[in-house]
């Protein structure tokens, strides 16, 4: 069976340590948790961060 491929969709500082536990159980296909780096990218541009979930919700089955 394969598994899903999932988009995580959170808001970081109230989220994050519950997605963390959701990526963990091992369920979800392995995808790499986003730098904040790349999060700061995004937003430097007008649209930046729509572009970038657009982008990344491409393939993905779920959205958690």
């Not at 899903?4 to 970081?12: A, G, I």
């Not at 730098?35 to 089955?61: L, Q, V």
Request: charged share 30%; aromatic share 10%.
């Amino acid at each position: 069976m394969t598994k899903p491929q999932v988009f995580y969709s959170f808001h970081f500082d109230n989220d994050v340590m519950r997605v963390q536990q959701i990526r963990n159980i091992g369920v979800i296909e392995g995808n790499m948790p986003v730098s904040k780096n790349d999060w700061e990218k995004a937003r430097r541009t007008p649209g930046g961060i729509k572009k970038w979930i657009d982008e990344n919700m491409k393939y993905k089955s779920c959205v958690v």
